[in-house]
């Protein structure tokens, strides 16, 4: 093993055995090179005043070579902005921003102890950097029966861990803490698990209320005093869009000290919080137990990061910097937060008119992008198909029953029109049926 990954393991293991535990194999091997051509230009930039021979970029007149054609559309940023590799890290004055931000959002964070935000590509980034940190084959990821499906690629296919499910809804309709609780102490035997809290949910676009949300930490806290080391990963993803009395902060600040067993960790991003989609800056941010603890975390992430993309964008970064101090950012976001709130106010609304119980029921939404029916009589990818061939309606079929709906894409006075025609759809299937 590597002496700078041994190393590290060392202070793991010293600020705290259980999250030393935790990692995986390749978590265990991983550490960032701090004698390499990184760390020589890092060096070189702030010594080498006359020539600066090091890393491989053209420089042209003191700046970033560029091309006129390119730099013409991006006139408003200086080259060394947009051009230059950007840290492994992600740009300094970005993570400090995003921090900042982090805590203004979150005021259950700030008597934690948490490390500085690292930038990923984009939030499918972060959860594989954590994927890579933490999931061995065999290992217990816990998420609910209604998920992403992109975690099954994410920690299944990529990292060999076994997904273990339990119903998202318990019989009042509520986030089903006592399946979450049954589910982390079903992995006693193996003395870890892994468990993904997805608020707002994507696909159900639900986000657990104050007393679910303390039922949730309190779960965890029982499964890491049975004796299993758990990571929590809050992805947060759509943070932000929340619209009815639901927690309105991550639970990422109710995990972050709550056992020495539980290990928390924020993924995070500015792609659906501040409407960037191919922008792809997203964070994953550590809490611990001490400075140490949590510079050895970051040093295994950006071994990750180096391992793999190198860094991330440089000028999309610099874009969200900018936004995030532009003084017109809070006005201009929370414009487009009422946007997104009529729209599901709005489908809400024509939901729970009546004219649909025949043929659909839908699961508790209050924040995000999506909500989900849960159909009566007909299969879901048969009418997702006939709606997209007859009406060009395009829809997401999940299992048998349920279909994922994103009011986030429908202009407010087009949504009643998406419903009636989706309960057409039903209406032609059933007909066909019938005959």
Not at 179 to 194: C, D
Request: net charge negative; glycine share 8%; proline share 4%.
């Amino acid at each position: 093993m590597n002496p700078l990954a041994r190393q590290l393991n060392e202070i793991l293991e010293r600020e705290n055995p259980h999250v030393y535990a935790m990692l995986s194999s390749l978590g265990k091997s991983i550490y960032f090179p701090k004698v390499g051509i990184l760390s020589q230009s890092a060096e070189a930039k702030a010594k080498a005043k006359k020539y600066n021979a090091t890393i491989g970029i053209a420089i042209e007149n003191g700046q970033p070579m560029h091309l006129k054609v390119i730099q013409d559309t991006l006139s408003t940023y200086a080259p060394k902005d947009i051009y230059e590799y950007a840290p492994p890290a992600g740009k300094p004055e970005l993570r400090t921003a995003w921090r900042k931000k982090m805590l203004e959002e979150n005021t259950n964070i700030n008597e934690k102890r948490i490390g500085n935000p690292i930038v990923t590509n984009a939030l499918t980034h972060g959860l594989s950097i954590a994927a890579d940190l933490f999931a061995d084959a065999g290992d217990a990821v816990i998420i609910p029966d209604k998920n992403w499906e992109n975690y099954e690629l994410t920690f299944e296919i990529r990292r060999g861990a076994q997904i273990v499910n339990y119903p998202l809804y318990n019989e009042q309709m509520q986030f089903n803490a006592a399946g979450l609780r049954e589910a982390l102490l079903a992995q006693q035997s193996k003395g870890k698990a892994i468990v993904v809290l997805n608020f707002p949910n994507n696909p159900t676009g639900y986000t657990p209320g104050a007393q679910e949300g303390r039922e949730i930490a309190a779960a965890i806290k029982d499964a890491a005093e049975a004796g299993i080391n758990v990571v929590v990963l809050t992805d947060d993803a759509y943070f932000g869009l929340f619209f009815e009395n639901s927690l309105h902060e991550s639970l990422f600040g109710q995990v972050a000290d709550l056992h020495p067993r539980v290990l928390a960790v924020k993924i995070d991003g500015a792609t659906k919080e501040e409407y960037v989609w191919g922008f792809r800056v997203g964070f994953i941010t550590f809490a611990g137990s001490s400075d140490a603890m949590l510079s050895a975390l970051e040093q295994k992430t950006m071994g990750i990061i180096r391992a793999t993309i190198s860094s991330g964008p440089h000028p999309s970064q610099t874009f969200v910097l900018h936004a995030l101090n532009s003084p017109e950012f809070n006005q201009q976001k929370q414009e487009k937060f009422e946007i997104m709130k009529g729209r599901a106010n709005k489908t809400k609304a024509v939901l729970d008119s009546g004219k649909f119980d025949d043929v659909w029921g839908y699961y508790p939404f209050n924040s995000g992008y999506f909500m989900c029916l849960k159909l009566k009589t007909v299969d879901a990818e048969t009418l997702r198909v006939h709606l997209l061939d007859q009406y060009g309606v395009g829809t997401i079929a999940l299992g048998e029953t349920d279909l994922r709906v994103a009011f986030s894409c429908i202009d407010e006075s087009n949504i009643e029109e998406l419903f009636n025609t989706i309960y057409q759809g039903v209406k032609d299937i059933e007909t066909v049926a019938a005959k």
